[in-house]
Each structure stands twice: as C-alpha cells, then as structure tokens.
C-alpha cells in the first residue's frame, strides 16, 4: 500500500486537485497535514472526500491540545460521514515547539494521545462519555450516528510507537531511512507482543519526507526545508545513528530560532539530506522506498514532495 501527504499551504482547491491527481496516480492513503499556520486540514478534507471516490482520507496528523479530543473525534466522524466511510483518524503529540506558540504546554503526551483514541471510539460507538484524565468530558455525546473509524497515531519515540502497537489500528512513525525504520519495527513488535488479539490487524506506516524529480539535484534542494527542521529537532540518538555532527544540527536549529531560514536551509548538509529524507529522481526514491518497505507495511510519502508537486506525485505513483 502507498499513502501521500497533502500540506494545505495551498489553497483548498489546490489541494484537492492535488488528491485527485494522486489517486488517479495509485494511491490508497490521503493525509492532511495539521499546522494551524496553515489551511484547516478538515476543511480540505471536505474538499478532497469531493474531489475523490475511494481513497482513505484523513489527518497526517491533528493533536489533542489546540483542539478538545472530543471536537476531535466529532470532526473525524463528520469526515467519515462526508466521504462514505473512507476516513482514517491522524492523531499525534503535536511538536512541542509550535504548541508553545499558542501557550499550549504538551503534558503527558503518550497518555493524552491514548486517552483520546479510547474516548472517540466510545464517541463512534454511540455512548455518552464522562471522562477525567488528561482531559475532561461530562456527559459527552454525539448526536448523529457515526461509525467505527480506523486510528493511526503519529509516533517518533519508543514508547508512543509501543503503545500504538498495542492500542491504535495503525502508527504512522516519522522517519525516511531503513536505519531507523528497523528501530522503529523492533519497538512495533515489542508493543504487538502485548496487542489483544480482539483489537485485529494493525500497520506500521513510515511517514517519510519525500522529493522526486527528473534532476536530482533540484529533488535533493526541495528536500533542505523539511530535512533543516527535522534535523534540528531529532533526538542525539537519531543524529548519531547516521553521524549527523551535533553542532551542524545546532547551528540550523539557531537559525531557525532566530527566523532565518535561508541560512537555515543553506546550512543543511547532505548527510541531513540522506538521513531525513527520500530525495532525487524516480529510480533512486522508488529504490529507498522498497528498503524502507522490507521493514514497513506501507510507505507515505510525506512533504515536500518535489520542486513541483503536480509533476512529483505522477513521477511517484509510476515508480511506487
């Protein structure tokens, strides 16, 4: 299976092209991305459940913090309804940097995330739901009668990936190298281990920051956005599992902190690029895509795309 990520910079028409454009490519899995600077993602959802017919649609990924878990849950169950049952559920921590700027503090994020995926599949089943924990909800109910939606968390640590094993339908775990996919597939089955057989299938999904083109050279230069903040933000772990120099990512994190963010993009070297990203012509992604898939079950494949996003997402459905 192959899945895309759409980032709502764009217009909401824009952006619906965009997936009807990528599931005439082939694809199985639409994900809006969630950033409040950006569009609504399920506004653009809307917008893409009409402009599509059968691909799954769904936040990549909304967390429970700038919205109440329950709005959430109310959302994606409208989304189901819009689309005909094709709705899958995002849900994440959020990055804790962007929280800050709305003075949101992101406490005990592995059992908020849990504690919304238990409350809105009591939601989809109809019940009326008190709850205190992370969050609290009184007598919470929907009042129309959705159905069962699949649950994917977005997850980057051991413990978020283990849980979702063990609790979500599915993981949708932030990575674009085999290295650190086959971490991330020892931590899966560790939380598999412990899943109850009642809850059924799973799948372990890698969100991988993709950029394809003709020129590899222009691929690999639309990759420096993404790849600057993930390489700022990964873990020491991460960075010396693929020899990424500490002080490199620390001077791009500075640069990004300070607003400047052509120095910022400039100072990415191509180790970055190599470790936090699928970058360059049809072949050579397709070529990642099948070493990451030998540890994955499916591959999405998350922004920037290309240096031109049309163009990029018919090159990855002929190579994927």
């Not at 009409?50 to 169950?77: E, F």
């Not at 924990?133 to 640590?157: D, H, K, M, W």
Request: proline share 6%.
């Amino acid at each position: 299976m192959t899945g895309i990520e759409l980032t709502p910079d764009a217009p909401v028409s824009e952006v619906a092209a965009l997936g009807e454009r990528a599931e005439a490519a082939g694809f199985e899995t639409l994900f809006v991305s969630s950033h409040y600077n950006n569009r609504d993602p399920f506004q653009a959802l809307a917008a893409l459940a009409d402009a599509t017919s059968s691909v799954r649609l769904g936040p990549g990924v909304v967390n429970p913090y700038d919205v109440h878990p329950v709005r959430l849950a109310s959302q994606a169950a409208t989304l189901d309804e819009t689309s005909g049952g094709r709705a899958v559920f995002g849900v994440g921590a959020g990055d804790r940097s962007t929280l800050r700027n709305l003075g949101v503090e992101r406490e005990r994020p592995l059992r908020r995330v849990l504690e919304t995926i238990r409350v809105s599949r009591r939601l989809w089943a109809g019940e009326r739901v008190t709850h205190d924990g992370t969050f609290a909800a009184r007598e919470a109910g929907l009042n129309y009668e959705p159905s069962s939606i699949p649950a994917y968390v977005g997850a980057q640590g051991p413990g978020m990936l283990r849980m979702a094993a063990k609790h979500a339908d599915g993981v949708l775990y932030n990575a674009s190298h085999p290295r650190d996919a086959a971490w991330a597939a020892e931590r899966v089955e560790e939380g598999l281990s412990e899943r109850p057989d009642s809850r059924g299938a799973f799948e372990f999904a890698v969100f991988a920051s993709v950029s394809v083109a003709a020129d590899a050279g222009a691929a690999r230069d639309a990759a420096r956005p993404p790849v600057a903040f993930i390489a700022a933000g990964a873990p020491d772990a991460v960075r010396s599992r693929h020899g990424i120099d500490a002080d490199a990512a620390r001077a791009v994190g500075d640069a990004i902190e300070r607003g400047d963010f052509e120095d910022a993009f400039g100072r990415v070297t191509p180790a970055m690029i190599d470790a936090f990203s699928v970058a360059g012509t049809p072949e050579e992604v397709a070529a990642r895509a099948a070493a990451l898939r030998e540890r994955a079950d499916t591959v999405v494949c998350g922004s920037p795309l290309g240096p031109d996003r049309a163009t990029a997402i018919g090159l990855l459905g002929d190579a994927l």
